[in-house]
Each structure stands twice: as structure tokens, then as C-alpha cells.
């Protein structure tokens, strides 16, 4: 299967800012101090829309990491602006940043990052309590919709490494958010595992209207992106086709 199966989201454009989905101007980050500090962003800008799914491709130490850092609002960068769904990150206090990140911002991790002594059901609940979520919240919809409604009384060590990261997309999902960041979802996976994964994702964003950006060194999955840009010492590069 190609990405030509999904409707393709409209292309960025660095001089237009979105008012929904993830829109990035001018970023500059520098990490560490002297002779080892280095520029982990060097002026980036970068749009992804609602529904569309980015891949970010490039070698360690390229500031892939830092990209999705500042897309998260776990750090801010030195100067230049990030808007998630509408709202500049920058105009938001710390506590603020963190309650909105809850709301609107989901991570997928290598490993799923799943609480070992929680359930599939009970991962999903928590995230819903602790976004302020409706009570009477059901887990198993969502988990059927990433076909895992039948483990859905089963704890991390009870499930593949596929399936891990299956409640993982699910548990993301939770609050609604509508920005979608993913750090090599394949990494511990084989390959059949992984293009299931991915596959995945990329029907979750479409058909939930969620802006999607995940970094690989997987360029097997790479099919099923929208779009593909490659990073190289902190400046993004030229879209790169899709596969």
C-alpha cells in the first residue's frame, strides 16, 4: 500500500501561519554552553495541517529531537514562534503550557511508554482523568478503532510490542487532541509489525482530522506519509517525494 490510498492534505506554506494543526516560524534553539554549544534549530519553519501525515527524516544530531520538543511544548526555542491549533505557545505561562499540551497535544514513544500495573482500558481512563475528561468515559471504542478492544484488560508485559504501540495511539488520542507527535514508532518492531503501526497512524490522522509528525530512520513506512522533509544540522531540507 502507498500514501496514495489517503487524500493528501494541502502543501505547507512557510509564509501563510494555519489557524488549526501545527504551524512553526522561524525557530532557533541553541543546547549547551562554550565550546559545546551547538544550534540544535536553526531558523525552521514548518506547517503541518490538520488530517496531513509528516514524516522527518535525518541522521542523529540533526535536531529532529528539538523539533518535536518545541512542536510539544515540552521546550520553547530561543526566538521564532509555535502555534498549535490556533493558539502561539509562547503567550502561555508554564502551568498553562502543560494543561494545554494535555488537551491538545498527543505522543507516541519507541516503546508505547505504557504504565506497567495499568491495563489497555485503564491506560486510556487515566489520560481521560487526568484531561479533565467526561466520567462516565468509555476506553473500548477508541481501542477498537486501533483494533485492540479485545486486550483491553491486558497490562504491558501481556501484549507484543505491535500491540504496544497500538494502545499507545489510542491513549494519545484520548483527550481529542489535534497535534499528533511521533518519535520512531517502529524502532523495536519487525517489518510487518511496523508498516501496521504506521498504517495506522496514518488512517487515525486522516480520518480524525489530526496533524501528524513523525520522525523515522525507517524509510520502509515512508509510503504511507503525505509528506517527507529531511533534517540536516537543523535546518529542514527540501520535501523529499513520497515513496
Known amino acids: 500500500?502507498?500514501?496514495?490510498?489517503?487524500?493528501?492534505?494541502?502543501?505547507?506554506?512557510?509564509?501563510?501561519?494555519?489557524?488549526?494543526?501545527?504551524?512553526?516560524?522561524?525557530?532557533?534553539?541553541?543546547?549547551?554552553?562554550?565550546?559545546?554549544?551547538?544550534?540544535?534549530?536553526?531558523?525552521?519553519?514548518?506547517?503541518?495541517?490538520p488530517g496531513e501525515f509528516l514524516a522527518i527524516v535525518g541522521p542523529s544530531g540533526s535536531g529532529k529531537s528539538s523539533l518535536l520538543a518545541v512542536a510539544g511544548a515540552l521546550a520553547s526555542p530561543d526566538s521564532g514562534t509555535v502555534t498549535v491549533n490556533g493558539q502561539d505557545l509562547s503567550q502561555l505561562s508554564q502551568g498553562k503550557r502543560a494543561a494545554f499540551r494535555l488537551s491538545n497535544i498527543?505522543?507516541?514513544?519507541?516503546?508505547?511508554?505504557?504504565?506497567?500495573?495499568?491495563?489497555?482500558a485503564d491506560q486510556l481512563r487515566l489520560v481521560n482523568r487526568l484531561a479533565g475528561g467526561p466520567k462516565t468515559f468509555d476506553?473500548?471504542?477508541?481501542?477498537?478503532?486501533?483494533?485492540?478492544?479485545?486486550?483491553?484488560?491486558?497490562?504491558?508485559?501481556?501484549l507484543s510490542g505491535g500491540e504496544r504501540q497500538r494502545v499507545g495511539i489510542a491513549r494519545a488520542l484520548v483527550s481529542g487532541?489535534?497535534?499528533?507527535?511521533?518519535?520512531?514508532?517502529?524502532?523495536?518492531?519487525?517489518r510487518a509489525r511496523s508498516r501496521e503501526v504506521v498504517e495506522l497512524l496514518a488512517r487515525q490522522s486522516h480520518e480524525h482530522g489530526v496533524?501528524?509528525?513523525?520522525?523515522?530512520h525507517d524509510h520502509d513506512v515512508l509510503g504511507y506519509c503525505d509528506r517527507i522533509v529531511e533534517m540536516v544540522d537543523g535546518r529542514l531540507g527540501a520535501p523529499a517525494p513520497v515513496r
Open 1 to 49: 500500500m502507498t500514501s496514495s490510498t489517503f487524500p493528501a492534505a494541502g502543501a505547507s506554506r512557510a509564509d501563510a501561519p494555519q489557524a488549526a494543526g501545527l504551524s512553526i516560524r522561524h525557530a532557533v534553539m541553541e543546547l549547551g554552553d562554550g565550546d559545546t554549544r551547538v544550534t540544535a534549530l536553526d531558523d525552521v519553519s514548518l506547517d503541518v495541517a
Open 106 to 120: 498527543g505522543f507516541v514513544f519507541q516503546s508505547g511508554n505504557l504504565i506497567p500495573a495499568l491495563t489497555a
Open 139 to 158: 476506553p473500548v471504542p477508541l481501542l477498537e478503532s486501533v483494533g485492540m478492544a479485545h486486550r483491553a484488560t491486558n497490562r504491558p508485559g501481556q
Open 177 to 190: 487532541a489535534k497535534l499528533l507527535l511521533v518519535d520512531e514508532p517502529t524502532a523495536s518492531l519487525d
Open 211 to 216: 496533524a501528524t509528525v513523525m520522525v523515522t
